[in-house]
């Protein structure tokens, strides 16, 4: 699917291998495990609760209890490997499944759910389990597009829309996608027809662009469309997930797509046995998402990621449509606060930092890679996240690793991490990245 992700609309689409496949629709219709392609969307809501990029959480062999009688479930990052002490940032972009499961821990199933269905991924009828943080809930790959256009634009809310725009075969409007009035915008006229000369008139209440549009004479100035999408994420955070999506191109699982030469950002997904690969990529205004697997689901092969085989047909597709694309960076929001730091610690540089280390960090205002937070002293191997904070929990202030310009006082922590890991109802069976 590739998406305008500022209207909603559908640009191009397949979802099938041949004729033989016109009756069933895999890009709209077929629902498949999305894996780590959900994972930015769990990164996005501890953003949105006061997280930061440079929030250090352990990344460390994790168990969790499923219910009596039932073996306790223990996810594993693809490698079976564990880097410890590692920034939010690090976790998106090597797609880290004990991280994952951490901080969704720290945040509660409910409210990573909550994000899912206010994005369009999942709705009511999404069982409320804790395997849907590593993506084992179905989806549809339109609706993933769709909330990472949602991402990419800023926040606000699209639909995806195939359809445009419909007039009959004398050239009146039918049916329009677009439901904005444009006051001044030029009259839609059956074919063959003459524009007369009228008086201006009132705008009717259909409005909008094309039929019943005011007919008053055209000026050259540009006609301002308000913008009537609903704010569905915050601004700010929306930025920092979408730099971080960078991020997996730069430094993570996607970093053939750089030899396109363009400002991409993107997440790999892979499923249990590879019976899914994903690629969900963008840049400032294209949105392109592709999914392979079989319809009846089983392995595409002994380590075939979404990195492998997903991507290639994401990178062969830009490798056509870049010519048509003006080179631009990812839009910043008013607020956010570009901050030099280590990429590998989240931490401002220190004169042996090494040149290729040093990036800009997209900060809120109030926030500093000084300001840790909770999980700073994670490297004590440790998460108290059913206790609260106190100063003393805190790493010494002599300790080389930790230099605060200030002591953290508790009550600056984000609520929403002090609370308890809440008891997930079921599992499944987990173990997706």
């Given at each position: ?6 209207t909603g ?12 496949n016109?009756d069933?629709n ?8 999305p ?16 997280l930061s ?9 994790v ?8 073996p ?9 490997d ?15 499944n ?6 969704s821990?720290?945040?509660?199933i409910d ?10 991924i999942y ?17 549809k ?9 949602i ?19 004398h050239?009146?409007?039918v ?33 909008g ?12 100035e540009v ?22 999506l ?17 400002t ?9 046995d ?18 392979i ?14 990195g ?25 929001p008013?607020?956010i ?5 280590n ?19 997209a ?9 840790r ?27 080389p690793?930790y ?7 508790p009550?600056?922590?984000?609520s ?18």
């Amino acid at each position: 699917v590739v998406m305008d992700p500022h209207t909603g609309r559908v640009l191009a689409m397949v979802g099938g291998t041949g004729f033989r496949n016109r009756d069933f629709n895999r890009a709209t219709q077929a629902k498949r495990q999305p894996g780590s392609a959900f994972k930015p969307f769990v990164y996005l809501t501890g953003l949105e609760n006061g997280l930061s990029p440079s929030y250090i959480i352990v990344d460390g062999p994790v168990s969790l209890y499923q219910g009596a009688g039932l073996p306790l479930w223990t996810p594993k990052n693809y490698h079976n490997d564990y880097l410890g002490p590692t920034t939010l940032r690090i976790g998106v972009e090597k797609s880290r499944n004990a991280m994952t499961v951490r901080l969704s821990q720290m945040l509660g199933i409910d409210r990573v759910l909550e994000m899912g269905r206010r994005l369009g991924i999942y709705d009511e009828r999404t069982p409320r389990n804790f395997s849907i943080i590593l993506g084992s809930a179905e989806t549809k790959l339109i609706n993933m597009a769709m909330a990472y256009s949602i991402v990419v634009n800023g926040g606000k809310r699209v639909t995806p829309t195939l359809v445009e725009r419909i007039q009959d075969r004398h050239g009146k409007l039918v049916f329009r996608s677009d439901q904005r009035a444009c006051p001044g915008c030029q009259e839609s006229l059956p074919a063959g027809e003459e524009k007369k000369e009228e008086k201006p008139k009132e705008e009717t209440a259909s409005g909008g662009i094309g039929e019943g549009v005011s007919t008053a004479p055209l000026s050259n100035e540009v006609p301002i469309i308000p913008d009537a999408r609903e704010t569905v994420v915050d601004p700010l955070s929306s930025y920092q997930i979408v730099s971080i999506l960078e991020g997996v191109v730069q430094h993570g699982t996607a970093q053939r797509a750089k030899a396109l030469g363009l400002t991409v950002g993107g997440k790999t997904g892979t499923t249990n046995d590879s019976r899914d690969v994903w690629f969900m990529g963008f840049t400032p205004d294209l949105v392109v998402g592709t999914y392979i697997g079989f319809d009846q689901p089983r392995s595409l092969g002994e380590k075939e990621t979404g990195g492998s085989t997903a991507l290639p047909a994401f990178i062969r597709f830009f490798e056509q449509a870049k010519a048509d694309i003006q080179p631009q960076p990812f839009r910043i929001p008013p607020g956010i606060h570009l901050i030099k730091i280590n990429h590998d610690t989240g931490r401002y540089p220190s004169p042996g930092t090494p040149p290729g280390k040093i990036m800009f960090e997209a900060f809120k205002p109030g926030t500093s890679p000084d300001q840790r937070g909770f999980l700073d002293f994670a490297h004590r191997g440790q998460i108290p996240a059913d206790v609260p904070i106190s100063p003393g929990d805190l790493p010494p202030q002599d300790d080389p690793a930790y230099r605060p310009s200030a002591p953290i006082n508790p009550e600056d922590i984000p609520s929403a991490v002090n609370a308890p890991p809440e008891a997930p109802s079921t599992m499944g069976t987990g173990g997706l990245y």
